[in-house]
Structures are given as C-alpha cells and as structure tokens.
C-alpha cells in the first residue's frame, strides 16, 4: 500500500458528460501528478500540482483540468468526454525532495469508460 | 511520439532463472531512468532508478544497466520468483523537468 487513494475506482460515462476523479496523496507529501494509462500502454503524464499551482503539463487538451486543495489532495476533472478518454487514470504523490525524480507513489488508479 | 520503448512485449521465464529486460530511448535530453513495475489492477510501483552519470546500479535482486552511447537500458531481475510476474516499465526525465515518459512495457510471466 502506497498511502495514496483514489475515487471513484471505477466508473461509466457517455460521450460529452463530464467526470470529476479524486485522489488523497500519501501523509507528508505536497506533490500530485495525474497520469492517464490505456490500455495495454504506458502512462503518459497529464499535470502535475505543487502547492495548490499548476506547474507542469503534459500534451493533453484543456479540458482535461485540475485542482489541489490546501491538504494536498487533487482533482482531475475531465470535460466534453470522448471515446478515447477510456483509460485508468493514476495519481501519484511525491514530496518536496522527491518532486523530480521517479519515486512517486501510485495509488491503485481510477478506470474510466466512455461509452 | 513517445521518447522511451522496449524491445520485447513479453518475456516468459522460468523460475529461478534470471530475467533481462530491455529499453530503448532517443531523447539525448534524459538524464534520469526509472524501472517501474505494474501488477495487475495496481498502480506502477518504483522498483530502481539510476542516473546518466552512472551505467550500473543495484538494488535488492535487480540490476540496472544504462548505456548512453545506444541510449539502452536494461532490467536484470536475479533468480526470478512467481512475484516478479508483471507489467515492467521504464521511465526517463530530462534535466530539471518533472514529467516522467513511459514506455509501452515489458509482460514478464514466470513459469513454475
């Protein structure tokens, strides 16, 4: 167990409704990446928030976007949804010391399906 | 596109055996590589990492080799368990940035 939680686990939507997925970083850690995985690929990277900003994107469209709360959780909400938003969305958590380099900590990912 | 990939999708091994796997990356700008093991319905788990002024590191049963003159790297497990069955990744940084490039991933089963 990493400490890192996520919710919903697993959940459908249909084409253009919107989605909002939640992760609770691991205790002590102020870092929060969002990463997106299809299936049988691997993850590509989508933001990353330190200190409740926005301080890093990856090559996704605006309407994918997010927040972190003064506890250090985080949202990843998706709009618009389509078809190949269909992934596992893993958030991970790292500290201040960890920020850039490969030891973040996953949490069990959330699966989304787009029907 | 992405920057880093594997050789090989699958990789049967016996148990007991030792296990290599391999990836290859093209960003000369990456100086930081990750392994990163993925089980079934689990996130990825760090498994080692090492860094471009290194070419070899070692951790509890694994080796990490890294070759920049081919830009290759490579996962040695010793002594492969049923436990090590999984999804293997590698992951590369550049300098200073904070996102992680994965590549598509190795499946390593291991046979009884």
């Known amino acids: 167990e990493t400490g890192v939680t996520q919710s919903p686990t697993h959940l459908i939507k249909t084409r253009g409704q919107q989605v909002t997925l939640r992760c609770s970083s691991q205790s002590g850690h102020n870092t929060v990446s969002w990463y997106q995985q299809a299936l049988g690929q691997g993850p590509q990277f989508i933001f990353q928030?330190?200190?409740?900003?926005?301080?890093g994107r990856g090559n996704f469209p605006p309407r994918f976007s997010g927040l972190q709360f003064p506890n250090y959780s985080s949202e990843l909400n998706v709009n618009a949804l389509e078809l190949d938003d269909s992934a596992l969305y893993l958030c991970?958590?790292?500290?201040?010391?960890?920020?850039?380099?490969?030891?973040?900590?996953f949490g069990e990912g959330a699966r989304l399906t787009v029907l | 596109g992405e920057s880093v990939g594997l050789h090989l999708p699958t990789l049967s091994v016996q148990e007991g055996d030792n296990s290599i796997i391999n990836c290859a990356y093209s960003?000369?700008?990456?100086?930081?590589f990750i392994w990163y093991k993925q089980e079934s319905g689990k996130g990825p788990q760090f498994i080692i990492d090492i860094r471009s002024n290194m070419d070899k590191r070692q951790g509890q049963r694994v080796t990490v080799l890294l070759n920049k003159t081919v830009k290759h790297l490579s996962l040695q497990i010793a002594a492969t368990q049923p436990g090590d069955s999984a999804v293997y990744f590698c992951?590369?940084?550049?300098?200073?940035?904070?996102?992680?490039?994965f590549g598509a991933g190795t499946t390593v089963t291991v046979r009884a």
């Open positions: 992951a590369e940084r550049a300098s200073n940035d904070y996102k992680l490039s």
């Open positions: 928030y330190y200190r409740e900003e926005e301080n």
């Open positions: 960003n000369s700008a990456s100086d930081y």
């Open positions: 991970a958590s790292s500290s201040d010391g960890t920020r850039y380099t490969g030891e973040l900590f």
